[in-house]
């Protein structure tokens, strides 16, 4: 089934973290219609792959350069955001 233009325009808004309501509001639609589409395991997987990526730029904004270096490691599977994250927990200590 093809994306409807507005569907695609949830699924970005609600990436960047945008109450479905305000998305609803803001694309003249029906918060039901949202949550509908929320139930989609393919819409959902969108927003979230969405957020994760703008948590990894924000982690490696806000992370110094020599730091990042040490915690990118291609050969390692876990994903960027972990190492960034584990990284951040391990300064805190």
Do not use: H
Not at 1 to 23: G, P
Request: with cysteine.
């Amino acid at each position: 089934m093809a994306y409807s233009n507005k569907k695609l325009e949830a699924q970005v808004l609600l990436s960047q973290d945008i109450s479905q309501s305000r998305v609803a509001e803001l694309l003249k639609i029906s918060r039901k219609t949202i949550g509908r589409w929320m139930r989609e395991p393919n819409f959902k997987e969108g927003c979230l792959s969405g957020r994760k990526a703008q948590l990894e730029a924000a982690l490696v904004r806000n992370t110094p350069l020599e730091d990042v270096s040490q915690v990118v490691d291609t050969r390692s599977q876990t994903s960027l955001s972990e190492r960034l994250i584990s990284k951040c927990f391990a300064a805190l200590d």
